[in-house]
């Protein structure tokens, strides 16, 4: 045993069952060592009650990326080891690394890959720096006009210690008498494209719009990929939890409300209406519109379309490809067209 290594932090930066043996990996071979997880909101419990010899440090944010300011991460501790958790050998993970060595202060920097082996050496000041300067460049799509535009329009339209991020040349543009609300302390990405997407889903940046009597409201810390669309027609309203994301080329439209909880996942090509826009036939008095509402802990698969007036509860699982026409509870798991119930998901969170 090192006697010398006394503190190890990992990142919980890949998903919760990997997290947990991670954990166990590092309790194993460094056995009277502190083993801390900085981990988000969402699985911090979770990870508490799974792994009771870790010390859990919660992380105000959805990401590990070069958005978070210093302050965030003002009371963590100098580690021994400071590790990132990866899903694979690393790629996809430069930014990661990049907020590990640039707004974590540790001895030695390192990682436990996909095939979970452990690996760390000291950083050079130099190194270290190119690190994250590359982890900067990533964060606005290599596009250093995205950092004034992000600046300027998180000054007008963020909240204190909130921040709008603008990967390329995606934009939300808020018209005359349109509303953009952002929960404190807050990271908003908008136009992201994963690293290991590069050169797959780059076309398309991402576009919302708000138009007059209109809001668009965060409620805490989420990704919109490159090609996501919104568009918020008067008197709309979208809101969005803590967490979530929505990948490439979704489609969002609305003329009254769509609702996303917390830690959801909308996966890329979704299309959401809560209108028909126009009336069906002769015998409709008013165009139809009703509210779209998805709960906490939502997995919306590739290509789901979501119509009109639809509610789905917590940790609801919708298959890719389904056209979801009427409601379901908590925990069911739906596929088709129309979609039906296929069975009922046991875990109350998105693994």
């Known amino acids: 045993m090192n006697t010398k290594i006394k503190n190890i932090l990992l990142l919980r ?17 460094f056995p009277g060592s502190a083993v801390h997880v900085l981990a988000q909101k969402n699985a911090s419990e979770f990870i508490s009650e799974n792994a009771k010899f870790a ?20 009371s963590v501790t100098a580690m021994d080891i400071a590790l990132s958790l990866y ?6 993970y430069d930014e990661v690394d990049a907020f590990l060595v640039s707004r974590i202060k540790a001895g030695a920097y390192g990682n436990i890959n996909g095939s979970f082996e452990i690996s760390y050496s000291k950083l050079s000041p130099g190194r270290r720096k190119k690190i994250s300067d590359k982890g900067m460049s990533l964060l606005y ?67 919302a719009r708000i138009q007059k009597g209109a809001t668009f409201e965060i409620n805490g810390s989420c990704n919109f990929f490159n090609g996501v669309r919104i568009n918020l027609f008067p008197g709309a309203k979208f ?5 979530s994301y929505i990948a490439f080329n979704s489609r969002i439209f609305s003329e009254r409300e ?30 139809r ?19 009109k007036g639809v509610r789905l509860g917590n940790n609801v699982i919708v298959a890719a490809s389904s056209v979801v026409t009427k409601s379901f509870p908590d925990n069911s ?11 009922m998901k046991k875990e109350n969170l998105r693994i």
């Open 13 to 29: 930066s890949a998903d919760l069952k990997s997290t947990l043996k991670a954990l166990e990996l590092l309790r194993i071979k």
């Open 55 to 74: 010390k859990i440090i919660r992380f105000p944010y959805r990401d590990f990326n070069m958005a978070v300011p210093d302050s965030a991460l003002s």
């Open 87 to 92: 899903k694979n050998d690393g790629g996809g």
């Open 141 to 207: 799509g290599g596009d250093t006009k995205a950092i004034a535009r992000s600046s300027s329009f998180s000054r007008k339209f963020a909240s204190a210690k909130s921040f709008v991020v603008f990967s390329g040349d995606s934009e939300i543009i808020v018209d005359e008498g349109g509303g953009f609300r952002m929960a404190p302390g807050s990271i908003c990405r908008f136009g992201y494209v994963a690293p290991d997407w590069k050169g797959i889903r780059d076309d398309g940046k991402a576009v």
């Open 239 to 243: 809101l969005i939890g803590d967490g």
């Open 258 to 287: 769509i609702i996303i909880g917390r830690n959801c996942a909308i996966s890329w090509d979704v299309e959401m209406m809560d209108t028909d826009f126009h009336r069906v036939s002769l015998a409709d008095e008013n165009i």
């Open 289 to 307: 519109r009703d509210g779209i509402h998805i709960g906490d802990n939502a997995w919306i698969g590739a290509g789901v379309r979501l119509i």
């Open 333 to 343: 798991i739906i596929a088709g067209n129309p979609a039906q119930a296929v069975g």
